[in-house]
């Protein structure tokens, strides 16, 4: 039986995959983002994210999209710092 992982993700099987095109992203134990496809813009291209100051930004952000490589469904989406990982936000454990 399939465990709802988000509103785009299941877990079935030790393997996570899309809920609407069925494709497999991968092994459940690991970060979806890694196997997603992935779009990444500069912070100040973000509508309202022109002009950092205001919320005390130092320093330079991105916001990443992650989508399903078989439908390009958005699965997730993140602001981090140039350069590092992904965010592992979702950990299964058998
Ligand atoms: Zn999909």
């Not at 992982?5 to 995959?17: K, Y």
């Not at 992203?25 to 950092?52: F, H, M």
Request: aromatic share 6%.
């Amino acid at each position: 039986m399939a465990t709802r992982v988000t509103d785009q993700l299941v877990a079935e099987e030790g393997r996570i995959r899309c809920n609407r095109c069925e494709t497999e992203i991968c092994a459940a134990e690991e970060n979806y983002k890694l196997w997603s496809l992935q779009e990444v813009v500069s912070i100040e291209d973000v509508p309202g994210g022109g002009n950092p100051a205001p919320f005390e930004m130092g320093e330079h952000l991105e916001l990443r999209r992650f989508y399903c490589p078989g439908c390009t469904r958005q699965l997730g989406v993140e602001v981090a710092r140039p350069g590092a990982a992904p965010l592992f936000d979702i950990e299964l454990r058998a």
